[in-house]
């Protein structure tokens, strides 16, 4: 009894942006981990190792198994979790600092859509901007296809780069390419995830709206809310994401360094005239599979956490905030 107490009384202390932290980041590894191998044959596919793409979704299952074991599925799933969840935890707690910060300074803002698209959005960029090395480390990690002596299967060239772990991936690009290496890529990520970001959220809160006042709390409801959001915001930000993915990988199969793709819009369009459109949608369908439960996992698991840590719902802080901007303006 006293322990519960405790725990309520350390709950109840922590202050409102804390609590959001907290549910954001294990949102992220959850929702991460849960489709972590389908994110490795994912890369595998959009940085163009044709071996992966000429089997497809099944065999080239089959060919991590043989090649590397259980453990190849979760390659750079490490680097992939320790970015997700400082990453999900600066994502939903600045979706609601930002959102918090506009109707506080613009009190007749209208609640709907538009707020969550505008929120989510510069959400999306300010938690890219503070975890993107992260991300670089986990693509160049999932790159490598390790081969195994007893498997007579194709696997990285012996003169490609080698990293042995997150730690020796990061000291690698620093010491080759300085702090502007380890952001190689940040801009199609920036292109990308604001539209992304924005349209997740607005998407997945339009369709809470829609829901009747009795299933507010139904789970099945909200992963399906979360699946359809992830669904359309991922289908019109894809090719951007293919981008920044070769452009992370670029050194491991770039032999002339003078060749290597300059900035986002060249590499785009460098992609679609040497490998035609249809690389820019590569992997789609297997990031689908991937989207689906990640986003629908990822919105559920947040809702669920911050009911777990008390956090108000947004409409008590919200009117707060208005009614504090009021009496400032009539003082």
Request: with cysteine; hydrophobic share 40%; glycine share 10%.
């Amino acid at each position: 009894m006293a322990e519960g107490e405790e725990k309520n009384g350390i709950i109840d202390s922590m202050p409102l942006f804390a609590k959001e932290l907290i549910a954001g980041g294990v949102t992220g590894g959850i929702a991460k981990t849960a489709v972590a191998p389908l994110e490795r044959i994912k890369i595998l596919f959009q940085t163009r190792r044709d071996e992966f793409k000429r089997i497809g979704l099944v065999g080239s299952i089959n060919k991590i198994g043989k090649t590397e074991g259980l453990m190849g599925f979760y390659r750079g799933n490490g680097a992939s979790v320790a970015r997700i969840v400082p990453y999900a935890a600066l994502h939903y707690m600045a979706y609601e600092e930002y959102r918090r910060w506009i109707i506080f300074g613009f009190p007749d803002t209208t609640r709907g859509p538009l707020l969550d698209l505008v929120a989510g959005s510069f959400a999306g960029g300010t938690a890219v901007l503070f975890t993107y090395p992260l991300d670089l480390v986990r693509t160049k990690l999932a790159y490598q296809v390790v081969g195994s002596a007893k498997a007579q299967v194709k696997s990285i060239p012996v003169e490609q780069i080698i990293y042995r772990g997150i730690t020796d991936c990061f000291s690698r690009t620093y010491r080759e390419s300085g702090f502007r290496g380890l952001y190689r890529g940040v801009a199609p990520s920036l292109y990308g995830i604001f539209p992304y970001a924005g349209l997740k959220f607005y998407f997945y809160e339009e369709m809470k709206r829609h829901v009747p006042p009795e299933h507010k709390k139904d789970i099945s409801l909200k992963l399906v809310c979360g699946s359809v959001a992830g669904l359309l915001g991922q289908t019109l930000t894809y090719p951007l994401d293919v981008v920044r993915r070769q452009m992370q990988v670029e050194r491991l199969y770039s032999a002339v360094k003078e060749e290597t793709r300059r900035g986002t819009m060249q590499t785009l369009f460098k992609i679609a005239r040497e490998e035609g459109w249809k690389q820019l949608f590569s992997g789609l369908s297997i990031n689908y599979l991937k989207v689906v439960p990640s986003v629908a996992i990822g919105f559920t698991v947040y809702d669920i956490m911050k009911l777990h840590l008390r956090v108000p719902p947004r409409e008590e802080p919200e009117a707060e905030a208005v009614t504090t901007q009021k009496r400032k303006v009539f003082t």
